[in-house]
């Protein structure tokens, strides 16, 4: 089983900053199957980024993701008040699917 | 509208079963992958299972393979988790989700809004 983990837990940023969130596989997912998802409070995920880099249809063009092998990460290029919530990536290169335990992007 | 929305959460105790229903509209529900996500509180999700779109091949996380039943209804356009001997570990918000991506490839471009299981005593 392909084990993710995600860094940092928690992210203290501001408004307009840059955030950087990190997804590192325990071995290479094949074909950089890897996605990240967006998650409000009591709310379902939501895809924002498939196969690494490719952007899911209504994904706003400030996010965008990058990487592959084991080493992954999601960029919000400058942070709006609703960006503020939890984040996960999944990896679907391998059996199980599995997902990262999340990183929190918090003011 | 496009969407998925999940029914038959609830209590139960541990060794009981309960059934969950997932009703798809707005897409060609025969032609996708189907699959079943839970998320335990404070948790990050966790597969559960999948069923192809035909319904031929199903697939199972670990933790509940031998327990839990996943099928579907083409004329009713409804996804279902059987899930039997339930355990307190089984307890989570239930999601089902729209496979998208290529053969066991899948990742999720569709979810519903969850139905909360809860296993107790």
């Known amino acids: 089983e392909i084990v993710l983990t995600q860094s940092p837990g928690t992210l203290s940023l501001s408004p307009g900053d840059r955030a950087t969130l990190s997804c590192r596989a325990s071995?290479?997912?094949?074909?950089?199957?890897l996605a990240w998802y967006q998650q409000k409070p009591g709310r379902a995920p939501r895809l924002l980024i498939y196969?690494?880099?490719s952007r899911a249809t209504g994904i706003p063009d400030r996010f965008s993701g990058s990487g592959s092998g084991t080493d992954f990460s999601l960029t919000i290029s400058s942070l709006e008040p609703e960006d503020f919530v939890v984040y996960y990536c999944?990896?679907?290169?391998?059996?199980?699917?599995?997902f990262g335990g999340g990183t929190k992007v918090e003011i | 509208e496009v969407q998925l929305v999940e029914s038959g959460g609830g209590l139960v105790q541990p060794g009981g079963s309960l059934r969950l229903s997932c009703a798809a509209s707005?897409?060609?529900?025969?032609?996708?992958?189907m699959s079943w996500v839970r998320q335990a509180p404070g948790k990050g999700p966790e597969w559960v299972s999948v069923?192809?779109?035909?319904?031929?091949?199903?697939y199972y996380a670990d933790s509940v393979k031998g327990r839990f039943i996943i099928s579907r209804d083409k004329f009713k356009k409804t996804l279902y988790l059987q899930m039997n001997s339930l355990r307190v570990e089984d307890t989570a918000v239930y999601y089902c989700?729209?496979?998208?991506?290529?053969?066991?490839?899948?990742?999720?471009?569709?979810w519903g809004r969850g139905t909360l299981v809860t296993v107790s005593s």
């Open positions: 069923i192809s779109g035909s319904g031929v091949s199903t």
């Open positions: 071995q290479s997912v094949t074909s950089s199957y």
């Open positions: 999944q990896q679907y290169g391998d059996s199980p699917l599995t």
């Open positions: 707005g897409f060609s529900f025969g032609d996708y992958a």
């Open positions: 989700a729209k496979c998208d991506g290529s053969y066991f490839h899948w990742y999720f471009d569709l």
């Open positions: 196969g690494a880099s």
